[in-house]
């Protein structure tokens, strides 16, 4: 027997929908759906705009279809399953890019459910938050800290909680190079700098917008992707999708140094002489999250705030949304508001 607050009274719910490489995102109407035993229906709040869901509609990542992408999610318990034992009705959650594992695989096993045989992913493989309600795995998300509103919470469930990881993979590095300055970057660059980093950015050629956010941030220096930094590196992370900075990254790191891939795609890495990566310099990507992850992005947020810098967009413009992530003219993350 479901729990659903006393307030809800609507049937129908809309969402931006993908359905073809090439098509745009169309809204469509349909009968709200129920929560299973384990899963929460949320009435959404906000829900950020990410490079994945861009990489969805390009169709660089294939899923299954039609889809409504958005992994970002903030949104209100509206409707409970049997077995939902955390979050209120009317309680705030967040729901990131994980949507569940199978909790059986030799990964779930060993605490890499980030890398889980059987996973889903929210708005790839199950329905995501570019709608006005959405269904979630209640054991997947997570509570919202009370001093951030909505749209500026959003950003965090991925952009700030994979960057997060990304930024983990970097260990005891202080030197650090974020190559693409965007929603991930600059809330990582504001931990990153709270716990004392150096954090150098390296943007598109000639993009002042975004090395002046940059510098705003905390960045203690900020120029074009093909430049040296004035320092060398003790580690860099790659945000933005493109492989030719793989080997601008390995050329700026120190030996012994790592250089992290945080997106889910990248274009093909140019071949490089051996000697930018020699001297046991490494590259590793970075797979999705897992819920430790989550809880310790919380905490470290809830020790040193961060600000995440949005531009709203109603839910019915989400097309605009993703053209302007796509034309890299967003000055920190896109927000949907239903
Ligand atoms: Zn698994
Ligand atoms: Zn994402």
């Known amino acids: 027997m479901n729990l659903i607050a006393d307030d809800i009274s609507v049937v129908t719910m809309k969402a931006m929908e993908f359905s073809s490489v090439g098509s745009p995102l169309q809204m469509v109407e349909r009968p709200v759906p129920m929560p299973e035993a384990k899963e929460i229906l949320l009435e959404v709040l ?3 705009v ?28 509206v409707a409970k399953g049997d ?13 990131p890019w ?15 459910e980030n890398l889980c045989d059987e996973p889903s992913f929210t ?37 700030g909680l994979i ?36 954090i150098a950015a390296f943007t598109r050629l000639g993009d002042d917008t975004a090395q002046d956010f940059a510098r705003k941030m905390g960045c203690v220096w900020a120029g074009g992707s093909d430049m040296l930094p004035p320092f060398e590196l003790d580690a860099a992370i790659i945000f933005a999708p493109a492989g030719e900075l793989v080997p601008q990254a390995l050329a700026a ?21 051996y000697e930018l990566l020699w001297g046991e310099r490494h590259i590793r ?27 709203t967009f109603p839910l019915h413009q989400a097309n605009e949304a993703l053209e302007r992530l796509r034309s890299g003219t967003i000055t920190g993350a896109a927000v949907l508001v239903p």
């Open 46 to 48: 906000a829900c950020g």
């Open 50 to 77: 990410c490079r994945t869901d861009l990489h969805i509609v390009d169709g660089d990542i294939e899923n299954t279809l039609p889809i409504v992408p958005g992994h970002e999610v903030v949104g209100r318990v």
């Open 83 to 95: 077995q939902v034992s955390r979050f209120a009705i009317g309680e705030r959650v967040g729901v």
């Open 98 to 112: 994980l949507g569940s594992s199978c909790g059986r695989c030799s990964y779930c096993r060993h605490r890499q």
């Open 123 to 159: 708005g790839f493989s199950v329905n995501g938050g570019f709608a006005s309600h959405c269904i979630a795995n209640a054991d997947y998300c997570f509570a919202i800290p009370p001093n951030i509103d909505d749209i500026h919470a959003a950003p965090l469930l991925c952009a």
């Open 163 to 198: 960057g997060y990881r990304a930024f983990s993979m970097c260990g005891d590095a202080l030197r650090i190079g974020f190559y693409g300055f965007g929603a991930s970057a600059h809330i990582v660059a504001q931990l990153a700098t709270g716990l004392g980093c150096k």
């Open 253 to 273: 790191v120190r030996k012994g140094g790592t250089v992290v891939c945080a997106g889910i795609h990248m274009s093909d890495i140019p071949s490089f002489p």
């Open 285 to 311: 990507s970075v797979a999705n999250l897992t819920r430790a992850d989550g809880e310790s992005f919380f905490a470290a947020i809830s020790a040193i705030p961060v600000q995440t810098h949005i531009e």
